[in-house]
């Protein structure tokens, strides 16, 4: 027989678990609505042309954003290339050799511009590589999106690396192996799942984004032959359409926001699945 006090405690927990499951079902719930709109409006503009055939000029309907896609890719591709050497070795400096005193401050600087409004980071990426070279191009929109991942990949690189014992850099000192082969044969092999889900993170979090390339790769509706010169991109090409006055582009956004945010859900199931696989080992 429960007592009294036993029975209030347990009506209040179950009490407390269904406020808890209702908050929870209220957040999701916007976001379930969000992407079955998204579903309604785009899949029925998924097809084979979508994926292979250029934008058509208005007020032609059909076409596709085939190179919107490959642009977007080659953007992201440069964007890494120059963020996960910066961001992994700043990890690492601050993870093996910085000061207690200097490590403070690059974590502050690095949390402040994981703030930093992306549309700030193309405004400054057009004064650095848009303005001097009078020509938007791919390698300004890279820079823009590396600068946002640079601070993230460097937090999560030094927190990951922090993870691995200390008996191991012990261990291989005492072997009297070199200090920068213990970094790069034991401790980033031990961490490697770690980092990848940090890059990963870091990918999905600019493939998404719109305002910094606005201001630095312009678009383009053809193939592009030169990194050198404007280019298109899927979320800049899903926000002109957006705003056309065309039925037809209005679908096509549509479609174009649906791949994009299949593409960002690819990156969150990766992250999850190595993330789950690290917890196993």
Not at 15 to 26: E, N, R
Request: proline share 5%; hydrophobic share 50%; with cysteine.
């Amino acid at each position: 027989m429960l007592t009294g006090y036993a029975r209030y405690r347990k009506y209040k927990s179950a009490f407390m678990s269904a406020l808890a499951v209702f908050c929870a079902i209220l957040v999701v719930t916007p976001l379930g609505l969000i992407l079955f709109h998204l579903l309604k409006q785009g899949f029925s503009s998924l097809d084979w042309n979508f994926f292979t055939q250029l934008p058509r000029p208005e007020p032609e309907t059909g076409g596709g954003m085939a190179n919107a896609i490959v642009g977007s890719l080659e953007i992201i591709g440069l964007a890494m290339a120059l963020a996960i050497p910066v961001g992994v070795l700043g990890g690492i400096y601050l993870s093996e050799y910085g000061s207690e005193k200097i490590n403070f401050w690059i974590r502050f600087g690095a949390d402040i511009l994981n703030g930093v409004p992306s549309i700030v980071w193309g405004m400054t990426a057009s004064a650095i590589a848009v303005i001097p070279f009078h020509t938007k191009s791919a390698y300004a929109g890279a820079l823009a999106l590396g600068f946002i991942a640079v601070p993230l990949i460097l937090r999560t690189t030094e927190e990951v690396l922090v993870l691995v014992p200390n008996s191991y850099r012990e261990a291989a000192m005492a072997l009297g192996i070199p200090r920068w082969k213990i970094i790069v044969h034991i401790i980033l092999r031990t961490a490697m799942k770690g980092l990848v889900t940090g890059v990963l993170l870091a990918t999905g979090r600019i493939a998404g984004e719109t305002a910094p390339l606005i201001f630095t790769v312009l678009g383009n509706d053809y193939w592009n032959h030169n990194l050198a010169q404007p280019i298109a991109a899927l979320p800049l090409q899903v926000y002109n359409y957006a705003k056309s006055a065309y039925e037809d582009q209005h679908q096509q956004a549509w479609a174009g926001a649906l791949v994009l945010i299949f593409m960002v859900f690819l990156l969150s199931v990766g992250v999850r699945v190595i993330a789950t696989s690290r917890k196993r080992n």
